[in-house]
């Protein structure tokens, strides 16, 4: 099972979003939350295909098919030492982040 954190930038709905930091600054808040979803988890990430971050997730990861969200606007996939996996669309104004469930029953 795969939980699904998706966060709009561009809307800027999402309490935990903050502005985008500028060059240099740091890409994290002071609650450890990124500030710059395009690069959501630093230093470590790995730019990698679709298909390699569902190989070095550990889970099938799928491309969402919307105006918003398709192959089309995927900028940049990324995966985390942590096995976590982001998808970033349209340069940055959304971003998709997954990661596997700490649970074994959803119900």
């Not at 470590?44 to 606007?73: D, I, M, R």
Request: net charge neutral; charged share 5%.
């Amino acid at each position: 099972m795969v939980l699904l954190v998706a966060v709009a930038t561009v809307i800027g709905l999402a309490a935990a979003v903050a502005a985008c930091s500028g060059p240099g600054a740091d890409p994290r808040s002071g609650s450890g939350l990124p500030t710059d979803y395009s690069h959501p988890f630093g230093p470590h990430e790995q730019q990698v295909s679709v298909a390699q971050a569902a190989s070095l997730a550990g889970f099938p990861v799928q491309v969402p098919n919307s105006a918003l969200a398709s192959t089309k606007t995927l900028s940049k996939v990324w995966v985390s030492p942590a096995h976590q996996v982001a998808l970033v669309f349209d340069h940055g104004k959304l971003t998709i982040m997954m990661a596997s469930a700490i649970y074994h029953n959803a119900a």
